[in-house]
């Protein structure tokens, strides 16, 4: 059985190899060199987890592009996140009436500025969460699902980012 793992592992490798997968981290070094300047606008309309999410939303950007942050004046890129809507709309409910799930709705602007252009992106994202307990326990689900619908924006945003190194490769 372990030989088989083995082999079938050689097996996985050798023809991710063979068939020149590369991770989207290397096609999106082809739109912007090493030195990246990140700008994160959080909406007024979130006053009391803007920091929180300003923070949040940065590091998410540092870690998947994975370039050196820099000073805005000696940047050769910039990424501007600007968080602008959230929509929370009910999803399922209890025999009584009361919400239990809701759906959250992030929206988030994406400018991409790089010596090779401009490219701009606006993405709404979605994450469904159960709620249920006190207020304070769902005022940190509503955080955990904000959070969540700004990973899978930024995640939607990386492949298309991606998508557009890869094509200026072929080219």
Known sequence: MRAFRVWSLILLLGLMAGCGYKPSAHYIKNLFDDDIYVEVKVSSKEPENATYLKDDLHRMIIRRFKGNVTDKANARNRITASYNATRFDPSGYDKNGYVTRYK????????LVTSKGVIRKTISAYKEQDISGS??????????????????????????????GALNAAQ
């Open 104 to 111: 959250v709705t992030v929206v988030i602007n994406f400018t």
């Open 135 to 164: 207020s304070q326990f769902i005022s940190a689900v509503r955080v955990e699902a904000i959070r969540g619908g700004m990973e899978r924006a930024l995640d939607e945003f990386l492949s298309y980012v991606s998508a557009q």
